[in-house]
C-alpha cells in the first residue's frame, strides 16, 4: 500500500524522482528464520515496486554476505570509512562488498549528523561541522563509493512522529523544521555534491585505482584517478 502511494514519486515509471526504496534497515541475520525474513523483504520491495525503482538493505557490516537478489542493492549503515578489523586491516567496507558484489555501487546509507538530543552519538563520523560531513562524504567517493545519504538531512521539531521518537530531533541537520537550511553546512554540502556530479565521469567511469600506500605501517594510503572527459 505503501508503494502505491508513492508510485506517482518513483523514477522508473517516467514522472517521479525517486531511484530507490529501503526495504530493510541495520539488519544482522544468523539463524535460518532471519534468512527467510531478508528473503520476503527482498521479494516484497521488488515485488511492489515493479521493477520501477531499486530496492536497497542496509546490511550491518557484520553480517555474513546474503544472497545477490535481483534488483537490490546492499549498502553500508554507518562509519562506512573505518578500516575492518582482524585478518581485513588494511581493507574498508568498499573492498568486502566489491569483492562480494561485483556488480553493485557502494552506497553510505548514513553518514551521522551530531545532534544535541542525542549526546551518544558516535564520533566519528558523527559530527555537526560542515568541513568534517564533507570530508566523510569525499572520502568514501574517493575510495571509489557511488552514493552517500545523511541521518539526518531534514531534523527538527515534528508534533506528529511515533510515540517512540523524540519531539524535537536533529534541528542540527543541514534543512531544519521549517525546510530552512541550516548554514553554511548546506550550501558547503550541496556544493561538494555539485562537484560529484561535474566530476563523476571520472569518479564513476573507470575502474577503482588500486591503493598506494603513503606510510609503511599502512596508514595512509591514495587512489589516483586519470581525468575522463564528461
Partial sequence: AFVDHIRPWLKGNGAGTVLSLQVENEYSYSTADNMRYIDW?????????????????????????????????????????????????????????????????????????????WPDLPTPPGVSSASDLSYEATRFVADGGMGTNYWMWFGGTNFRGASNMPTTFMWSAPLGSFGLPNQPMFDHIGKMHRLFVQFEATLAGQPVPNREWLAFDHVCYRRSYKPVAG
Fill in 41 to 117: 523483504a527482498a521479494e516484497l520491495c521488488n515485488n511492489a515496486s515493479r521493477g520501477e525503482a531499486l530496492c536497497t538493505m542496509c546490511n550491518n557490516t557484520g553480517s555474513p554476505t546474503l544472497p545477490d537478489y535481483r534488483n537490490t542493492i546492499f549498502t553500508c549503515n554507518a562509519d562506512c570509512n573505518t578500516r575492518l578489523k582482524g585478518g581485513a586491516a588494511d581493507e574498508t567496507w568498499i573492498d568486502g562488498h566489491k569483492r562480494a558484489y561485483p556488480n553493485q555501487p557502494s552506497l553510505y546509507s548514513e553518514i551521522e549528523v551530531a545532534d544535541p538530543g
